[in-house]
């Protein structure tokens, strides 16, 4: 397993967002994810598979081909009640799965992958892995950063009257004015925001302490 350490870009964190190597397996007990207490093992914190759909197939229920942060691909098996039939409509090459508390599993045809019985701990996220990575580095240097015009690079001054305005949607995001603020959603951030948005999800989290199971 990775060392646990605090990465500047969550995403990017290899233990709270491993890779399938690092996932811990279902029949083992990974201490970077589970303490020993009164009652038996239980989670010490919160960690979540990300990997970009490659592929899906499947009669008798849904089968995903997913690329993790590593360029591995892995199959996602569901084995929900409807067998994944609720997620069709969202399958599609280039968006991204995330699985809470995934664990490597090994299938009956002898491959090693993901098996997912609960809907409430997937997701899938209309964007690539790449850009979800970059959204997540956005906000960590947004957040260990002066704040600036995401535009111009303007800085706040109150002595010169320049407040900037958060973008309303993603919260990320600062302009100096609406003519900057136009001018950066047609060069880009009208994509970059709806990823922001996303990612926001994982950040709003403490997955460092678990006080009970996340869901989707």
Known sequence: M?????????????????TFNDLPGENDIDFTYYDEGPYGFAPRQHWCFLGEIVASYGLCRVL???????GQVVTIGLHTEDRGEALVPQIKEGHTVAVLYGEQHGFLDMT?????????????????????LKASDNIAARNSQSKCCGCCGKSENTLDNTRLRLCSRCK??????????????VGGHKTDCKALVCVQWFAERNWGVFNGYFNF
């Open 172 to 185: 990320q995001a600062s302009y100096c004015g609406e003519v900057c603020q136009k001018k950066a959603w």
């Open 64 to 70: 995903l081909r997913v690329k993790d942060k590593e």
């Open 112 to 132: 090693v992958g993901i098996r997912v019985e609960e809907a409430s701990i997937i997701k899938i996220i209309p964007y690539s892995l790449e850009q979800l």
């Open 2 to 18: 990775p060392e646990t350490k605090t990465s500047e870009s969550l995403l990017r964190n290899g233990v709270t967002f491993p």
